[in-house]
């Protein structure tokens, strides 16, 4: 497969047109029309991850953190230091960043931790808002279920696990075609009544784009009247974090003991130990100190992120929502692990997907 279509193919699976913050995702390096049959899913771009894929005969690498966060003022490489873009740009190879993308869906990272921890009735912490638009178009009667289910096809109209939503109202369009016009209904210069339908769906905001262009192609005008109307609402299909119950309350103790286990972390920072159980937990891998508040309101009894402070640890110990920090690879341990996953199903026999076995970590203990 081209690279472009590769990419394509992600962007159908996962939201990358979603980018929060200065959060810098896709194609970083590389080129659409290369071929490709074989990449390599790694946690971060470094020496080690790039002469692995190199290796391994991929020629693509797919990452969870970009690359390339702040803007770089040079591209150089020496011995002593080398710069895995500037290297990866010299041979030959694409590298293709996810991150947003993977952190704000319900098949994506939080919520795979949340299963992971044994959580049920998992919903996000923090839902995003101005992600949503309303599409508004006007269709003769004789044409608005091909309207629909174009704009449908093109992932219009989907509430949560609801696909094909609308809402029409009928009405009567008028029209005079002027002079140079080929109208579809009507003849130039006379004043045209049509029976129509006004069509109305939501559309995420990143695919308004592709929406637009499936309805213009299905519908029979010459000049199409439509509407796009940002929408400030709660978006029920992406968010951050993630909150979820064990099945039983357990003791602080026993939780965390859990956690080290699972990811893998020999040491936990947390803000205070209750002596009550826990059982709601809210959770945000990575840097998700901005979403505790949002964990404190929705009364869990736990949050679980990375890269907490001094002082945001001061703050939780007066509140009643324990904060744990278990690193921030530590609460991403499994973004290869479902990165990987999500390729593998997405590509089947078209692409090999290799998972990097160099695991970067923050720290080491000492
Ligand atoms: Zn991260």
Not at 25 to 30: D, K, Q, W
């Amino acid at each position: 497969m081209r690279v472009k279509e590769i990419v394509n193919a992600i962007s159908e699976k996962l939201p990358t047109g979603i980018v929060t913050g200065q959060d810098n995702v896709g194609l970083i390096v590389g080129n659409y029309d290369d071929e490709c049959d074989k990449m390599t899913v790694a946690y971060e771009l470094d020496a080690e991850v790039l002469n692995e894929a190199v290796r391994a005969g991929s020629n693509l690498i797919i990452t969870y953190h970009t690359p390339l966060f702040k803007p770089a003022r040079y591209f150089t490489s020496s011995h002593l230091h080398p710069n895995p873009l500037f290297e990866a740009s010299r041979s030959g190879m694409n590298v293709f960043a996810i991150h947003t993308a993977l952190d704000v869906v319900k098949t994506g990272l939080n919520f795979h931790l949340a299963k992971k921890i044994g959580l049920s009735n998992i919903h996000f912490l923090s839902p995003l808002t101005d992600t949503l638009a309303k599409v508004v178009v006007y269709v003769p009667v004789s044409h608005v279920e091909e309207v629909r289910l174009a704009m449908s096809r093109a992932g219009g109209g989907k509430i949560g696990d609801y696909y094909e939503c609308s809402f029409g109202s009928n009405g009567k369009g008028t029209f005079l075609p002027g002079s140079d016009t080929e109208p579809y209904i009507g003849t130039r210069d006379v004043r045209e009544t049509v029976e129509e339908t006004r069509l109305e769906m939501l559309v995420e905001k990143h695919l308004v784009g592709s929406v637009i262009r499936e309805m213009l192609e299905a519908h029979p005008y010459e000049e199409v009247a439509y509407d796009i109307y940002p929408l400030s609402s709660d978006s029920p299909n992406f968010g951050f974090g993630a909150m979820g119950e064990l099945e039983v309350a357990i003791p602080i103790g026993d939780f965390l003991g859990k956690i080290k286990n699972l990811l893998d972390v020999e040491t936990l920072r947390v803000s205070h130990v209750p002596n009550a159980k826990i059982q709601k937990v809210a959770l945000c891998a990575g840097s998700g100190v901005p979403f505790y508040r949002d964990a404190v309101q929705k009364g869990a009894d736990v949050y679980l992120t990375g890269d907490v402070k001094h002082h945001d640890f001061r703050e939780a110990r007066s509140s009643s929502t324990v904060l744990v920090d278990a690193t921030h690879s530590g609460t991403e341990k499994f973004a290869t692990e479902l990165i990987s996953e999500i390729l593998a199903e997405t590509f089947k026999d078209k692409v090999a997907v290799d998972v990097s076995k160099h695991q970067e970590r923050n720290s080491f203990i000492v």
